[in-house]
């Protein structure tokens, strides 16, 4: 039997009480790091085109840096300039959505490494990794949701688990590779539950053959009343 990783941040009925609780404060921020090679499907977000580039021309430059193809959905969400980028920028973006269910559009942002993409799964910031960000769970920031019953906003830490495993699963999807990067999970805040439990997810139910490497959190909340006392003790000299 696998590990169980999520043992320590569950506790008592008490402390998942206000873990919840406190969610409600905490999910708004909450941005998931993901670093991981591939590309989806989806739908493409509207954002400026690069004057100087055809997009038949941006598509084949992207493809010579990855060394595959790009999927028509992949070169749909290409993007290579954001608003208010400092001119001559030539970093290569992706963004969209990933349909995780008939209801679910889960929204990301991937940042291909600065150099040789294709060969930099680590992480330290774009310079030395190809970085996903999932706005997580649906209904944070521009991930959204068509079921009009509100069931889908029911969120829980194994619910969210489940839906960012298959945002993973929907960007191996949408690769024309069978090239499995190292990945690496990060997070902060309420990542403190989001990211071990999804590291659990995919030791526990992964079948793609998912190469998890390792997991990172920052200021990570994962315990209620251990988090309390840090706040506390932290700005008063206390320690950690």
Not at 59 to 71: D, F, K, Q, Y
Not at 210 to 223: C, H, K, R, S
Request: glycine share 10%.
């Amino acid at each position: 039997m696998a590990e169980d990783l999520t043992k320590p941040l569950l506790g008592t009925k008490k402390k998942a009480w206000l873990a919840a609780r406190f969610a409600v404060l905490s999910l708004a921020g909450l941005l998931i790091s993901i670093f991981f090679l591939v590309h989806p499907g989806g739908g493409a977000v509207d954002a400026p085109e690069a004057l100087d580039e055809s997009p038949a021309a941006r598509v084949r430059r992207v493809e010579a840096l990855l060394a595959t193809p790009l999927s028509e959905a992949a070169a749909g969400d290409l993007r290579t300039t954001l608003p208010g980028a400092p001119a001559g920028d030539e970093t290569v973006q992706f963004s969209g959505y990933v349909r995780i269910s008939e209801t679910k559009h889960m929204f990301y942002l991937l940042v291909l490494a600065a150099e040789d993409p294709a060969s930099k799964p680590l992480a330290c910031w774009n310079n030395a990794a190809n970085m996903l960000y999932v706005e997580s769970p649906v209904g944070v920031g521009y991930s959204y949701t068509t079921d009009e019953t509100g069931e889908d906003l029911k969120s829980g830490d194994q619910s969210v688990a489940k839906d960012n495993y298959d945002v993973l699963v929907g960007f191996s999807r949408g690769t024309r590779t069978s090239r499995r990067p190292d990945l690496y999970l990060t997070s902060e805040s309420y990542g403190g539950h989001y990211v071990p439990t999804l590291a659990q997810y995919i030791v526990d139910h992964d079948t793609t053959g998912m190469n998890l490497v390792g997991l990172a959190v920052g200021n990570p909340y994962t315990d209620p009343l251990e988090n309390m006392r840090a706040a506390w003790s932290a700005p008063t000299g206390g320690g950690p």
